[in-house]
């Protein structure tokens, strides 16, 4: 099956700590993609990728990192500089010449407390 | 499931009905538009787009219209089911960057 996968579904974590949340891919997609959704709100772009080894902050990266040493992961690690941590983290990945088509992974629901 | 439809406009209609979901758009220069599909605690599923160069679209139960005029887009949907019942989302892309711009979000509930 050919899909996006994060892990873990839902995570629980203490405030001051910092966590990596998980986002595999096997469409062969060259970039990739990490979302916040908060209740009633739209997608919030974290970060983003289209190369391995390059990445480009979205709207809302602070507090946040990301690596992409391989085409097919793009974790992403919520800092204990990020002031309201707690939100549904969505990753999404898409061609290069389709970043209008892009697939997302089922998401983790981050609760730090 | 997750809360994402907190606070969100909500089109509440009967099996059966259409339902007409509406999204404003804000970049003139955005030469794609998408409608996804996000049922409680899931990712967003793409439903249907549209380039800037059509008015109108068609899928399956789905016509997606756009209105450059008034920078307005709307996803019709047929026949509504209660498998319907989700969260609506409209996004704007240009080619020329290769990030979206995601609206707000409707909330569809379906009655049987």
């Known amino acids: 099956d050919g899909g996006i996968t994060q892990s873990p579904k839902y995570l629980f974590r203490k405030e001051g700590q910092n966590v990596t949340l998980s986002c595999e891919q096997n469409l062969n997609h060259d970039a990739m993609y990490w979302y916040r959704q908060d209740p009633g709100q739209g997608l919030r772009l974290i970060y983003y990728s289209q190369i391995v080894n390059d990445f480009q902050k979205g709207d809302i990266a602070e507090g946040y990192s990301v690596s992409r040493e391989k085409k097919e992961s793009f974790p992403l690690t919520v800092t204990s500089a990020q002031k309201n941590p707690t939100a549904f983290y969505l990753c999404?990945?898409?061609?290069?010449?389709?970043?209008?088509?892009?697939?997302f992974g089922p998401g983790t629901r981050l609760t730090v407390t | 499931g997750e809360s994402v439809g907190l606070h969100l406009p909500t089109l509440s209609v009967q099996e059966g009905d259409n339902s007409i979901i509406n999204c404003a758009y804000s970049n003139s220069a955005s030469d794609y538009f998408i409608w996804y599909k996000q049922e409680s605690g899931k990712g967003p599923q793409f439903i249907i787009d549209i380039r800037s160069n059509m008015d109108k679209r068609q899928g399956q139960r789905v016509t997606v219209l756009l209105n450059k005029t008034v920078k307005h887009l709307s996803l019709q949907i047929a026949a509504t089911q209660p498998g319907d019942s989700a969260v609506y989302f409209c996004?704007?892309?240009?080619?020329?960057?290769?990030?979206?711009?995601f609206g707000k979000g409707t909330m569809l509930l379906v009655s049987p």
């Open positions: 999404a990945s898409s061609n290069l010449q389709g970043a209008h088509e892009q697939y």
């Open positions: 996004a704007e892309n240009n080619s020329g960057y290769s990030t979206l711009t």
